[in-house]
């Protein structure tokens, strides 16, 4: 099974021969991906929508691996029972989505052992409910594949982990010693703990983007005399200033 450079990306965070279920499967790619390949051992597709639903069990039945995936239908982690898998993908939606998924099916989070998780948007909404919930970050990767950027974020509970909390997001200095910043714990929460340290050119994009954005912002904002958009203006100019220092150091930090 071809992957995607996003989908192969969650296949590759997993352990192999895990008990999968992959939620908002779409067509089971990854599924049928993951069995073939040894990453899982058995696998669930759930999806809520007939259309998605049906072209996922063409998939599987098409891949003959009937016996190894079963599809099922059914709204976000409704589709397993607590304890039946240990490995939980979810990828290509907003990460409030995903963190709502995730809080509305806490009781069916007994026994797995890692998340795998795709946010379109959203980022540090779900990196957020991980913290809050004492689920550890143990990898991030960003890719950019056909004019769109992604994150993935592999995550696990905390009594699973090596390290803790308190240590990935404690505070850390970037960039070189005549020019250095330290980035906060709800920096690290909103640009990704991992990501900060890796840097890279698809990271510098992304955050270039935001500035673009928050640029756009700031000319709407200053065609109001409300002092609700000054507020907000001010606001979005100390968040600009401060993603421009982070980019600033992180190109400073090359060799």
Partial sequence: MKLSKRLQLLHDLMDPGRNLADIGSDHALLPVACIQSGQAATAIAGE??????????????????????EVRRGDGLDVIEAGEVD???????????????????????????????????????LRRWLFDNDYVIEAERIIEEDGKIYEVIAAVPGYFSHISNDEVYEPKLIGTADHEIELTSNELLKMGPFLVEQGGSVFVKKWELEIDKIQKVL??????DLPEAKEKAEELQQELKRIEEVLTCMQKDKP
């Fill in 219 to 224: 000319t709407s904002l200053s065609k109001s």
């Fill in 87 to 125: 490995t939980i993908t979810i990828a290509g939606m907003g990460g409030a989505l995903i963190a709502n998924i995730l809080e509305r099916g806490k009781p069916k989070l007994k026994g797995v052992t890692r998340l795998i998780l795709q946010p379109n948007v959203g980022e540090d909404i």
């Fill in 48 to 69: 809520l929508n007939e259309g998605p639903y049906e072209a996922a069990k063409r998939q599987v039945a098409s891949s003959g691996l009937q016996a190894k995936i």
